[in-house]
């Protein structure tokens, strides 16, 4: 049988004798996890879910090891005796490198691996994670001065106070880094130029690569994410369906401009025979593409100029959102920041325009 295999019956045992304790995989240790009184010092009340680190390694004979303290401290905390006095600095001298390592078996213990969860892990987490010495002991102080060191106010702030507190929680830490977070949302962000379609249209004739125009046609026509150009099925054509694996789950989306999608010979599309170990990396693909053919926007350019579209046409926002594969909050506070003006104007002269458009009162008795 594998360890894991061996960590399951330990667990099960100990549920079944109503211990109240479990064991967990810490990296290549093994800790402790129940609801233990607050440590000395701690301004938390009353019991809450902990970790306690044995040192004992992740085999066999540290699994029954294990297996004995939990049913040590079971007995202890039942009794009301726990005492953290009796484990000294136990668990307060692990690296950060440790640390990250059991995190990540957490996490994935948690989600299932896919380019999705293996894209924020990577670009989420491990760039947060990346920013702390890793031979270092994991303590508080070092977490704030790691977050401190961020310019405030800004998304990377806002990203390294939420991964690096999640580490603190995992890692048993008193830690509340919700004021260091600042300011930044997506609505303090500068607006974005976006560009308009006729521009679109001409750059599409300006890619000699059949495929990569194709590619800029697509994500033209449906507002598409970088990496979504190759999670796509085209069997419901002209609409067009995301699959799952992208980032988000699986939706629809319908072409603006429909016209686009003959233009731009999308009913038999030719995509570039992109490879990559992740979205990131197949993002990356497309924005060197763009940048190689002279494209004189960026890819999300694209993306944005759909969402704008969207309210030009009428779409509800609610529909909008869902087939930009995100929230109507988001939808809202990223894109409707950079209607222009004159997009505002288009629109309620098309509204205006409607013969069955609401009409006002006559005000005659």
Known sequence: MDFQGRLKQANSRLRTGKVGVA???????????????????????????????????ANPAGLKLAEVEAKRVGLLLEAREFDWADYGATGESRTVADWITAFERDYFTRRQRSAKTETTWRDDYMKAFGKLPQGAVLTVDLLRATI???????????????????????????????????????TTTE????????????????????????????????????????????????????????????????????EWVEQFGLNCPQLPPCTGANNSALGHRVT????????????????????????????????????????????????????SEEVHDRAYRVLMARADRPQPPSGMA
């Open 148 to 186: 401190e060191a961020t310019r405030p106010d800004s998304r990377t702030r806002k990203r390294v106070c939420d991964c690096l507190g999640r580490l603190a929680t995992f890692a048993g830490l008193e830690a509340d880094f919700r004021s260091l977070k600042g300011h930044y949302s997506t």
């Open 191 to 258: 607006v974005r130029e976006v560009p308009p379609d006729g521009l679109i249209a001409e750059t599409w004739a300006t890619i000699p690569n059949p495929a990569w125009q194709c590619a800029y046609g697509l994500m033209a026509a449906y507002g598409l994410r970088n990496h979504e150009l190759f999670y796509l099925d085209f069997s419901k054509m002209p609409v067009l369906l995301v699959l799952d694996g992208s980032k988000t789950d699986f939706h629809r989306v319908y072409p603006l401009y429909p």
């Open 288 to 339: 060197r593409a763009f940048e190689r053919y002279a494209v004189p926007f960026n890819p999300y350019d694209l993306r944005h100029a759909w969402a704008v579209r969207s309210l030009e046409f009428g779409l509800p926002v609610e529909l909008a959102a869902q087939q930009m594969g995100h929230s109507v909050k988001v939808h809202c506070d990223t894109y409707h920041r950079w209607i």
């Open 23 to 57: 064991i967990e995989l810490a990296g290549k240790r093994l800790c402790l996890r129940a609801t233990l009184p607050p440590r000395p010092g701690s301004s938390k009340i009353g019991p809450y879910q902990q970790r306690l680190f044995l040192g004992h390694h």
